[in-house]
Nanobody
Framework: QVQLVESGGGLVQAGGSLRLSCAAS????????LGWFRQAPGKEREFVAT????????LYADSVKGRFTISRDNAKNTGNLQMNSLKPDDTAVYYC????????????????WGQGTQVTVSS
């Protein structure tokens, strides 16, 4: 079992920045692909970014490429999502997820999920 807890969400004006964190506990964090997803009201959960075990590979949704940066610190069992140049369309609940696999994926096929943190971007 892996437990994930997100933090760092909040209200920010368009153009601002937020840094989300994902604290993991349980099994060896470095053996899991880490992903970030988001879900806006009335919409399906969508992929944001993912990072490989040791951070050598990353994937981003086109909508956030160049603005968001995913990272991880296996020594601290944490993952982060740095979000810059935020837009009102980025408003959503953001979830971190862990996948017991070596392969990255943009699907929701992850094994463990956090409870989410709200990000609201005002115009």
């Amino acid at each position: 079992q892996v437990q994930l807890v997100e933090s760092g969400g909040g209200l920010v004006q368009a153009g601002g920045s937020l840094r989300l964190s994902c604290a993991a506990s349980g099994r060896t964090f470095s053996n899991y692909v880490l992903g970030w997803f988001r879900q806006a009201p009335g919409k399906e959960r969508e992929f944001v970014a993912t990072i490989s075990w040791y951070g050598s590979k990353t994937l981003y949704a086109d909508s956030v490429k160049g603005r968001f940066t995913i990272s991880r610190d296996n020594a601290k069992n944490t993952g982060n999502l740095q979000m810059n140049s935020l837009k009102p369309d980025d408003t959503a609940v953001y979830y971190c997820a862990a996948r017991n696999s070596i392969e990255l994926t943009t699907t929701t096929r992850y094994d463990y999920w956090g409870q989410g943190t709200q990000v609201t971007v005002s115009s």
